[in-house]
């Protein structure tokens, strides 16, 4: 005895209820439970199955349900998973839907076999991609069945299944599964969606180097998180995270966990590490105790930190992190956002002095309410006592990441520069792509903790209008000169 549900618009002295399929959202309008004793090897006996009921003003979709639910004319057998389990369908639907499935049956190398072992595949997942072929039924996309079902829609070249994947993973990443699906994006060689989970990480990046997942991921996955100026985590727990990484990277290569064999599987990924950034009491306390930096490399890290803190302390990198590590000198008391100001090439410039020498590591520049728009940007900072050009800096992005707020984004030097106190230094920015939102009511003298900093127009140097009043160049990113 076999239960079978068929779906008809009649009604019928044996149904039982009509009902809503939750899967696929479509609404049957009878959906009849019989049990029946069924001729499996011969259904086109059945007399039920016979009759036109589930056919009768049935919808395509349902009518497809019905065929492989039921079985009905199956002509192709796949055996799945490490069982072997066997699922049947029509060849029909799956060539119709899918170029890998038409290469396999049509295409000048055709299977001759009606029998496909496909062993990479569990049965569950394979009846899902079915109910999608079948019904365009993207409900079985779901927490459980979304990274295999991505899986056999790129082996059976279903994209529009792949984009219900990738989309229901981007609308879901959180912290549990951001490194899982960063893995397995980079497995896939995904490329919009590793970028989304990088996103998630650089903001999230304290909670989520403290989390055990991410000692797992590979050696890119793991430079591609610290080497960026967006990860929003302190240099010290960005370097007990890698330390904590290599651990687990000796163990899988089976080499010794110590100094040496750490420092060999980290390689490159400790120069993304921002040493230079560090308080010279951790650097000394935890650093320079263990032998994962060179005598050398810490030899010259010590002369930074206890001496300048300003300059390039090669191979490190001395860059601040955009979010995290800079404080903020804004200029403008109000922004008028609306996107009317001019961004074709002219220079926007300002004039300033501190009281107190700082380190400047760039600036916040307004951009574009459009979102994701490219600037190609020159950033020059000239010394006003000598008339010098100081330091250039030029970059080329899509500007989607910001600093704070939503219409400011960080332009920032390599290394941070030292700025003396009461001498004049004008910041010129050459702005190329979507006209951007402007800065009003600039204020000529702005105190930011222990610094006044004080404004003027360059109107010597100033192209596109910005003056201490009015314009971009709204924030000016520093750190104390300690
Ligand atoms: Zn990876």
Redesign the pocket.
Known sequence: MKVISIFAENNCSICQRSTTNKRSGLVFRRKINITMEVDEENQQQCPLLDSNIWRTRSTVTSCNSFMLQNKVACDITFTLGSEGQEVVAHKYVLISRSPVFYAMFCGPVAESSNVISVPDIEPDIFQFLLSYLYCDDDSVVDSDSVMALLYAAKKYSIYSLEDVCKQFLKDNICFDNACLI??QS??FDEKDLYEECLKFIWKNGEEILEMSCVKD??E??MQDIIASDALNADEKLVYECVVSWSEIQCIKKKMEVNDQNQREVLSNILYHVRFPLMPLSYFADHVSEKQILSPEEKLNLYKYLCQSRSGAVTPFISRYRSKKTSLHCKRFKGMVDSSDWVQKGKKDAVSFSCSVPILMHGVCMYRSGLTGAPYDIRLELYDESDNQLTCVHRTEDTIESTVEGRFLFPVLFDQPLKILSCSYYTIVVKMIGPKSFYGERGRKKVVCGNVTFEFISAPNRSTNSTNVFTGQIPVILFSPWL
């Open positions: 960063l893995e980079h497995a991921l590979c890119k996955c």
